[in-house]
Every structure is written in C-alpha cells, then in structure tokens.
C-alpha cells in the first residue's frame, strides 16, 4: 500500500513530496530525489514548534544511520501570511511511516519532544525570564508604578501563554510506533 505527502514547509520555496511504499520512502523535493530505506531509519522524533498565533505547528524528523536526516511538518505554507493546516494527512502519514519503520527495523528509536540537552536550559531560562518579570512586577508596585506593573502583567501572561506549551509539549520521552503522542498530533 502506498501512502502520500505532500507540503511545503516554508513561505518561499516548492513543495515536498513523500511516497511510502513498504520499507521504502521516496523524498522528493524537486530539485533532488532520494530513496529511503526504512531499515535504516535510528530514531524518529516528534515534537511542537511554535507557530502563528492561531496555529500549531507539529514536526516529525526522521534521522539515519549515517546521519542523514529529513523532515516534515503539519503546515502548508501557500504564500508568506497563509498556512494550511494538513490535520488528517499529517497524523495518518505520520502513523503510517512509524509503523513502517518499526516494521522495518524493530530496534529504531521513537522519541517525542526535544532533545534532553536543548530542553533543560530552554526551560530553565522560560522559568527564570518569568520569575525575573514577577521581580519587575513587584518592583513596579512597591514603586507605584502601577502602569509598568500591568504592562509587565500583560508581557507575562502572553509569555507563559506562548511559552507553556513548548515547554510542556517537548519534554522529551519515549513513544511505541503504534501508539503515537496525542499531544503532538494536530487536533482533528
């Protein structure tokens, strides 16, 4: 059986096109063709990337044994300010190449949010940014400065509203190719 997808992950730029067919993907963008075999596939990984502010955008990155790696995400981009949410044909790619893969090689990896390393220190500095604007805030009123209080307020509520879910979505952890993470799957 075979199955398609196809986006454009950027503003600018064609369209990406990805056939499965069995333990073999094609990648094609365009300008470059290349075959891949699923057996080589080490680890999939998928996670949240901060989007507009009406959408979310969902990525799967796909790495091999020698390094090579490619990606997809859950966004269309059809011109500089218009993106199209691909929600059905994202998540049923998504699920068709992972249990390819597992099939392909029982020993891939399947990991969902950020790597450890780049996770910790972005939420460690999320966490200190906030504290250090409650500082502010309190200052503010100790000061009277009523005006900059609630404009910090406002600087603090749009952070943690932005800030929370890539926070919360990307901590990373393992998942089973037949049972991919709900949270990073666009909402159908």
């Not at 390094?67 to 998504?94: C, D, I, M, P």
């Not at 500082?135 to 000061?143: G, N, S």
């Not at 509203?161 to 890539?166: F, G, K, V």
Request: proline residues 6%; charged residues 20%.
């Amino acid at each position: 059986m075979t199955q398609t997808y196809t986006h454009s992950p950027k503003p600018f730029g064609g369209p990406i096109s990805f056939i499965l067919k069995g333990e073999r993907l094609t990648v094609d963008s365009g300008r470059k063709v290349r075959e891949v075999q699923l057996g080589a596939v080490e680890t999939v990984r998928m996670t949240f990337e901060p989007g507009r502010l009406a959408q979310k955008s969902f990525r799967t990155k796909v790495t091999m044994k020698d390094g090579k790696s490619f990606t997809f995400n859950s966004l269309n981009w059809k011109s500089l300010v218009e993106a199209q949410e691909l929600t059905q044909e994202y998540r049923g790619f998504t699920q068709a190449l992972c249990e390819a893969v597992a099939r392909a090689n029982p020993q891939a990896r399947f990991v969902a949010g950020k790597p450890m390393g780049l996770w910790l220190p972005t939420s460690a500095l999320a966490v200190a940014s906030l504290l250090a604007m409650a500082l502010m805030i309190w200052q503010a009123l100790r000061m009277g400065a009523t005006g900059v209080a609630l404009l910090g307020a406002l600087f603090a509520v749009v952070g943690v509203w932005q800030i929370e879910p890539m926070i919360r979505l990307n901590k990373p952890r393992p998942f089973r190719a037949g049972e991919l993470p709900a949270e990073l799957l666009p909402k159908v």
